[in-house]
């Protein structure tokens, strides 16, 4: 009797593929992995997620932000379950750097959407039609949220919201402070600060990290910068090596009777430097250069645009083959002051036509609206800022320098998120925005012919109780119990876990940013009907190791 041939043993070193429905469990344990690690961190009273670090030595993390604890699970051992955990991952992730908060939402309502999906699909529902009813509830969804949105009042309103966030009374207060101030685009450089405590600064008009090209040209040594008043500059990214060239240029200056000049310049040889110091008449042409910042590459084109709409000025380009020869005074801005140290320079009260700096900011703030991509997004915002005047300093202070850092990232996180408020409001928070969404759904599901679109709005509804149901649970109350008092109650109104009572979100100042969660909703949603058309799973033979630790470092 000739006996069965053994059963191979995959090789390792060959890509894997994996069919459905394995592909399916492996991803869906991975999900849940992700999902359940970060579970607990939602609401105003989170729990804690102890990380290992690599030094064993060392104590845990302590970590309440759901995209950082994501970030820290890497390369999980079955790979079918790596792929679904880094998937979710991540959305997380990209969610973060969108708008700076609401992963930990983002990933209870991912969780529940896709489980709930997948049963159904395993029960022969069809994953196209299902992810299409998705994608078409989205804007449904989004109209809803924008008919409760609120705007926000006052530094107060900013500072509880901000606390919501980083669960830091001092940083929450002072930043709230801040945006009130400064508004949605003002420019906002957060720094090390020298002490324990938090503190800020405020800068009139703008400035940019570029400071003077010789110490000499500093004539306050008490402020260790220069001021000059009445100021006209010359912008450019000229390289000027020889003082013959710039000759020309201080007569014209001096005939016609300009008192104070500010030159942005890519490089200055040492013997324009000279020459610039040589001609100073304190009180009669005050002179000083600076680097122009970002020069010779595109962001120091679009720092010489700006700096133009500000001033009325018209830059000496050199990648347009221009020179000093092509000088003329019209090719002057001016300002009521414009200033220089160490490491900055600044412009305050530019004289340029208000017209055409309010179409300038006008064409920003459309290609802000426009823009996806997230260093677009904050390169855009930053100019902006720039251009409407409002800047400030956050010097953050904290025990040690590992402190220090933690706060400057929730400063970070809780600026961006801010933002997202003055530009489009807030709606109700603790999972209350979400749930009052459901009946909407319930109308759509009742309204549905089609078995996988009835599927779909049944799949939502009872998605979008999850995260109130989470907050809830992790506050350790009856989370049916408290959604059926909350329901009774009506729209707008949700559970106070701190109070234990049921109450009117608003009045309660319990709000969240209502552009995080319209971003939830389109990321999660279109991500979750993503995941669930994945038949198969292609594991490769080799993973670059190295990739994943730089993804997650």
């Known amino acids: 009797m000739v006996g069965r041939a053994p059963i191979p043993k995959p090789d390792l070193r060959k890509p894997r593929v994996v069919f459905n429905p394995i592909a399916y469990r492996g991803f869906q344990r991975g999900v849940n992995l992700i999902a359940e690690a970060v579970r607990p961190t939602l609401g105003p009273l989170p729990r804690k997620v102890a990380v290992a670090r690599s030094a064993l030595s060392l104590p845990p993390e302590m970590l309440d932000n759901g995209a950082l604890i994501a970030r820290r699970i890497q390369e999980l051992p079955r790979r079918n379950e790596d792929m679904g955990a880094m998937f979710l991952r991540h959305v997380l992730w990209r969610l973060q750097d969108d708008v700076g908060d609401g992963t930990a939402t983002a990933a209870v309502l991912f969780q529940s959407l896709y489980n709930q999906s997948l049963r159904y699909i395993v029960a022969g529902g069809s994953p196209i039609a299902l992810r299409r009813a998705f994608e078409e509830a989205i804007p449904l969804i989004r109209s809803e949220l924008d008919a409760m949105t609120l705007q926000v009042q006052g530094a107060t309103q900013l500072a509880q919201l901000a606390e919501s966030i980083c669960h830091d009374h001092e940083l929450a207060t002072i930043l709230g402070e801040i945006h009130d101030i400064i508004g949605e685009y003002g420019q906002l450089d957060i720094r090390d600060g020298r002490r324990h405590e938090i503190d800020r600064e405020y800068v009139e008009g703008t400035y940019w990290n570029s400071g003077v090209l010789s110490p000499d040209m500093i004539t306050d040594h008490s402020t260790l910068r220069v001021d000059l008043q009445d100021a006209a500059i010359l912008i450019s990214d000229l390289a000027m090596k020889e003082p013959h060239e710039l000759v020309p240029v201080l007569e014209a200056v001096r005939r016609a009777g300009i008192r104070a000049l500010m030159i942005t310049v890519d490089e200055m040889s040492p013997s324009v430097r000279g020459l610039l110091l040589a001609n100073r008449r304190p009180g009669t042409l005050d002179l000083a250069a600076v680097r122009t910042p970002d020069s010779r590459r595109i962001e120091g084109r679009m720092v010489m645009e700006d700096m133009a709409a500000l001033t009325g000025g018209r830059p000496l380009i050199h990648d347009a083959g221009e020179t000093l020869n092509n000088f003329s005074l019209e090719r002057l801005g001016y300002a009521r002051l414009i200033w220089a140290d160490k490491t900055k320079f600044g412009i305050i009260g530019g004289k340029g036509d208000p017209r055409a700096l309010q179409a300038h900011v006008n064409n920003l703030k459309e290609a802000f609206a426009r823009a996806r991509d997230v260093d677009e997004r904050k390169r855009l915002r ?133 552009a995080v969660q319209k971003a939830i909703v389109t990321d999660v949603i279109s991500a979750a009907g993503l995941a669930l058309t994945i038949e198969v799973l292609v594991q490769r033979k080799d993973p670059p190791v190295a990739h994943h630790k730089a993804a997650g470092s």
Request: aromatic share 6%; with cysteine.
């Open 382 to 514: 930053e100019r902006i800022g720039r251009l409407l005047g409002g800047s400030a300093v956050l010097w953050v202070g904290g025990l040690g320098p590992s402190h220090i850092e933690a706060r400057k990232s929730l400063a970070i996180y809780a600026s961006d998120t801010l933002r997202g408020i003055l530009r489009e409001g807030v709606v109700p928070g603790g999972g209350t925005a979400l749930l009052d969404c459901v009946p909407r759904l319930r109308a759509r599901f009742e309204q549905a012919s089609d078995a996988d679109e009835r599927a779909a709005y049944r799949i939502l509804a009872q998605a979008f109780e999850a995260p109130m149901r989470t907050i809830v649970t992790n506050a350790g109350y009856d989370a049916s119990e408290v959604l059926a008092e909350v329901k009774l109650a009506g729209r707008g109104h949700g559970f106070d876990v701190r109070s234990g009572r049921v109450v009117y979100m608003a009045e309660g100042g319990i709000l969240d940013s209502a």
